[in-house]
């Protein structure tokens, strides 16, 4: 076996190990039953398994990151709301300097007028960061109507407050603009070129025995149903959540950013420069959609990633981070809400997505080692 090819194998079992670590201690600890998680490149996956089970009970199914379906929870912001705008802009169809009321007029109060599409993706709209939009609304038509009329809580521009009140606005423009609902409009332009097969909101029953449970009900497990009330008294397609996937669907959704906007077989889905736009330092820690790392906090994204890396979070136990200057992703699926018996759940899985984050990097230093040995002399390794 060539050296090259030894090392990188090393290098492959030792990534195996950290994760695996990391992973099945949030396990032991109960922060989780299970999980899957998905760590590649631009043009690999270096590892795609399931941990643990899909319930506390031993005789529940193994997660498989090509079947297991999760609830991504506000994942949903970036994988379906984030792109369907960013196709937009692309097609001349959405501007992001104007104000919001040129798409929605309905979105009426005093100093709404000044709200941009920017400032719902960069999260310092104004609004406030959530409503208890299932306790106050009867059906989904009043529930928008109450989002729609919210009054400003500050200025726009003056103040960062992540809001799940912008993300449900982007996905209203998205429907406007497009003349389609935002779920279509996201599988006929993000999900099927990507051939994300197993991506979809409200997922059909048939789905839900392969379905992680987010909740108990009288005991019994309930999968494949939204956890987020609010996005369920939306019917469960809404621009902040609702989107069910598989850990290799989210995959080969965020391989999309590391390729510079292109499909493994070339096609292109968005350009490089609107990429550039998004995943870039927009407010505070907030780039367009995605949130970028905070070099100063090692939760989440670990110590590793670079200043450039940018990802995002989902209340149920979800979560992915992207660093295109270590071409590298780490993908971590859980339903950290489902009878959870840990008392730090949230934290702890904050620092078992880190430490996932710094295996995922350690493992593209190793690969790009071991490429950097196959090379010829003065050329350069792919991606390193």
Wanted: net charge positive; aromatic share 8%.
């Amino acid at each position: 076996m060539p050296a090259f090819t030894l090392i990188a194998l090393v290098a492959q079992l030792a990534t195996a190990a950290d994760v695996e670590r990391a992973v099945m201690g949030g396990i032991r600890d109960g922060v989780f039953p299970g999980a899957v998680v998905v760590v590649g490149t631009h043009d690999s996956m270096l590892l795609a398994r399931g941990y643990g089970h899909l319930a506390w009970s031993a005789k529940s199914p193994v997660p498989d990151p090509d079947s297991t379906l999760y609830d991504l929870a506000s994942l949903t912001k970036v994988v379906a709301t984030t792109p369907a705008v960013m196709i937009l802009v692309e097609k001349g169809m959405l501007q992001l300097d104007r104000p919001v009321q040129y798409y929605l007029p309905e979105f009426a109060a005093p100093g709404k007028e000044e709200v941009s599409v920017w400032n719902l993706l960069a999260h310092n709209s104004g609004l406030r960061s959530f409503l208890r939009l299932d306790t106050l609304a009867s059906d989904s038509a009043t529930a928008r109507e109450i989002v729609l009329h919210e009054p400003l809580r500050w200025r726009p521009g003056t103040h960062v407050e992540y809001s799940d009140l912008n993300a449900m606005l982007l996905g209203w423009i998205v429907e406007r603009v497009s003349g389609v609902p935002l779920d279509r409009f996201a599988s006929a332009n993000v999900f099927a070129p990507l051939a994300m097969t197993q991506t979809r909101f409200v997922p059909p029953k048939a789905w839900h025995h392969r379905t992680a449970p987010t909740n108990l009900w009288h005991g019994t497990s309930i999968a494949g149903a939204v956890n987020d009330q609010n996005a369920a008294r939306l019917g469960g397609i809404s621009g902040h959540a609702g989107l069910f996937a598989t850990g290799m669907d989210v995959a080969r959704y965020v391989q999309l950013y590391l390729r510079g906007g292109t499909t493994l077989a070339g096609q292109r889905v968005l350009l490089s420069r609107t990429i550039n736009l998004f995943t870039r330092r927009a407010a505070g820690n907030r780039a367009l959609g995605w949130e970028v790392r905070d070099t100063t906090k090692a939760e989440n994204s670990g110590r590793l990633m670079s200043p450039r890396a940018f990802g995002h979070t989902g209340f149920t136990g979800t979560s992915v981070w992207i660093d295109p200057d270590h071409d590298v992703f780490a993908v971590v699926l859980t339903n950290r809400v489902y009878a959870t018996r840990a008392r730090r759940s949230f934290t702890r899985i904050k620092e078992i997505r880190g430490e996932v984050a710094d295996a995922a990097v350690a493992a593209a230093r190793q690969r790009c080692g071991s490429a950097i040995a196959s090379t010829a002399p003065g050329a350069r390794a792919t991606g390193c």
